[in-house]
């Protein structure tokens, strides 16, 4: 329980997707204009992560690894499809953005309409796929290990992408200098964002 | 294809000389952000990086173009999925096989190409509508105008931050050191690929008035 807790803050705070590894950039600069359309990008996104990560764990691990596929029979223990992971990550996420899609038009259509346009995009974000091919490199133990680190990794990017959609909407206003404007600026305020974000380097649970 | 015009003709040499500048993908499109930053701590990994993505580019640029007319459009994102998958897989493949360090170096980032915003983004917008060679040329030029800004990024954090270039000890050697000067630790840690892009960003805006945005 103690190292799930360590695993799920440490991918929001440390580890952050954004501050870290600048992965999901495109749709942080791209859609971080307003706090209400970010917000509901950045619920998408945990959802996905939430979900695609597990998945992608389970077929790493039953499929994928060297010798993994020993559970069918033993005849299988020298196979190793390691190579095939990445078009198995991407198929498994692009079939989980429409199976979640379809699942929340179904059971919550007030939440499809508000994140509905969002929900196809975020099968090219670099984020989901970063996160399956973090847990396949940091080889975590269990599937609550890989849920929690990609829940973790969905509420470190909802963050950042929140703060700052608020700081660019307080911005508008600002004299800033021609050419920074719009592109410039966000690159450097993200930066400056990233170096408060490394504060929390460091910490131990 | 190019039965009536050469190979080189003004208007394709266009097409590979406007994404370095003009119509650069990441400075002023703003796609391809995302693995662009992460390898610029030093120069090779990033040079390395850069090749791999004029070569996804290109070649998926080229294979989606040979095959534009017999894509159904309702499932073409899986079928340009599939097959940038397949070219970076490759890649991925090669570099394992003659540069392993590099490859490890470059860890999950050779993998996110695919997600790489602007091979989807050139597939997408040029590939799907033109021949095999223009598709081709504009692939290279946009994998370059990427890897460009690669390297210019990772030419200073790398000369700032260690004092190095590609690993050898460029300020030692002018003698730098012994005037008291220090490296600069900030430019090694990730923040500052960010600031650094905003500031070429800003270099690039001032001198090219009509990119900046209202």
């Known amino acids: 329980m103690e190292n799930l807790a360590n695993i799920f803050v440490k991918s929001i705070f440390i580890d952050n997707m954004i501050f870290a590894y600048f992965l999901g950039m495109c749709s942080y600069l791209a859609v971080s204009k307003t706090v209400k359309t970010s917000t509901g990008l950045g619920v998408a996104v945990i959802f996905v992560l939430g979900f695609t990560v597990p998945v992608n764990y389970l077929i790493e691990n039953y499929l994928l690894k060297p010798g993994a596929m020993q559970w069918l029979s033993p005849k299988l223990a020298s196979v190793d499809l390691s190579f095939l992971s990445f078009i198995m990550f991407i198929a498994v996420i692009a079939s989980m953005v429409q199976l979640v899609e379809m699942v929340i038009e179904k059971f919550s259509p007030a939440l499809y309409s508000s994140l509905g346009i969002f929900l196809p995009l975020i099968a090219v974000n670099c984020a989901i796929l970063g996160g399956s091919l973090f847990m396949q490199e940091r080889q975590y133990q269990s599937i609550a290990e890989a849920t929690a680190f990609g829940l973790g990794s969905g509420v470190g990017w909802f963050l950042a992408i929140v703060g700052i959609a608020a700081i660019r909407e307080k911005i508008r206003y600002s004299n800033i200098p021609a050419p920074l404007r719009g592109l410039g600026i966000t690159f450097i305020i993200t930066g400056l964002m990233g170096i408060a974000f490394m504060s929390f380097m460091g910490i131990k649970l | ?214």
């Open chain 2, 1 to 214: 294809m190019s039965g009536k015009e050469p190979l080189l003709s003004p208007k394709n040499l266009r097409l590979l000389t406007d994404p370095l500048a003009r119509n650069n993908p990441v400075t002023v499109l703003v796609l391809g952000i995302c693995s662009a930053l992460a390898v610029t701590v030093k120069l090779e990994p990033s040079i390395v990086m850069a090749i791999s993505v004029i070569i996804v580019t290109a070649f998926s640029n080229l294979v989606i173009s040979l095959m534009r007319n017999y894509i159904p459009p309702r499932i073409r994102i899986i079928v340009q999925l599939v097959v940038i998958a397949a070219m970076v897989i490759i890649v991925d493949q090669v570099l394992k096989a003659y540069a392993y360090n590099v490859s490890k170096q470059l860890s999950v980032f050779v993998g996110l190409i695919i997600t790489n915003c602007i091979i989807m983004g050139r597939l997408e917008a040029f590939a799907l509508g033109n021949k095999p060679w223009p598709a081709f040329l504009d692939g290279v030029g946009n994998g370059a105008g990427y890897g460009f800004i690669l390297i210019v990024v990772a030419f200073f954090r790398e000369l700032l931050g260690s004092g190095t270039l590609l690993g050898y000890p460029v300020l030692e050697k002018i003698g730098l050191y012994k005037t008291g000067y220090v490296n600069n630790g900030m430019m090694i840690l990730p923040p500052m690929a960010l600031i650094t892009l905003g500031i070429i960003i800003w270099v690039q805006r001032s001198r090219n008035k009509d990119l900046i945005e209202s």
